[in-house]
């Protein structure tokens, strides 16, 4: 898997948090860009992340659902609907690969009532869309630190996906 030019700035570093954050859950701020894996002690894996468009962040708490290596995408109706230009032609999917806008990795968040809430958690091959609004609800990570991340994060991990202020 290729490694991205990302700024240091926006590399995966170890960082205090607030005390009593439970560890082990991902919680993403969308106003900071900032996804962190809380540790014990007190710290956490803090990454940066772009996050959803205005009007397709959904914040709320999750779990993960399931977990897929070079997962396979199909863009949702509501995708397709606005904006059938870009996602009309992979209406029948696309297979997993670095081109996959899923990338290398997706944990699919999941809650009780609704079962799949068809958001994500996955790699990107672009890290000029790390620190931005820009996907259709989902957070992503450039995609070997999406693998890295991956690898730490066990089924059914409390999501935690924050409102945005500004």
């Known amino acids: ?13 170890k960082v205090p948090i607030a005390a009593g954050a439970p560890p082990y859950e991902i919680h993403v701020d969308p106003d900071n860009f900032a996804l962190y894996w ?3 002690d007190n710290m956490a894996w803090r990454y940066t992340v772009g996050v959803g468009r205005p009007g397709l962040y959904e914040s709320g708490e999750f779990y993960v659902g399931a977990k897929k290596e070079w997962p396979s995408w ?5 995708m397709i609907d606005r904006e059938p230009e870009k996602y009309k032609k992979y209406a029948d999917g696309m297979e997993g ?16 009532e609704r079962g799949d809430t068809f958001l994500r958690i996955h790699g990107t091959n672009d890290p000029s869309t790390l620190g ?5 609800g989902c ?8 693998a890295e991340l ?6 059914n991990t409390r999501v935690v996906l924050y409102e945005p202020i500004g």
């Open 97 to 112: 690969g670095l081109d996959n806008p899923l990338g290398s990795r997706a944990l699919y968040l999941f809650t009780e």
């Open 38 to 40: 809380t540790l014990p």
């Open 150 to 155: 991956y690898d730490r994060v066990p089924m």
């Open 132 to 136: 931005k609004r820009v996907s259709n």
């Open 1 to 13: 898997m290729p490694s991205y030019d990302v700024p240091p700035d926006m590399m995966p570093r």
């Open 139 to 146: 957070a992503r990570l450039v995609n070997d630190q999406m």
């Open 74 to 78: 199909t863009p949702t109706p509501d």
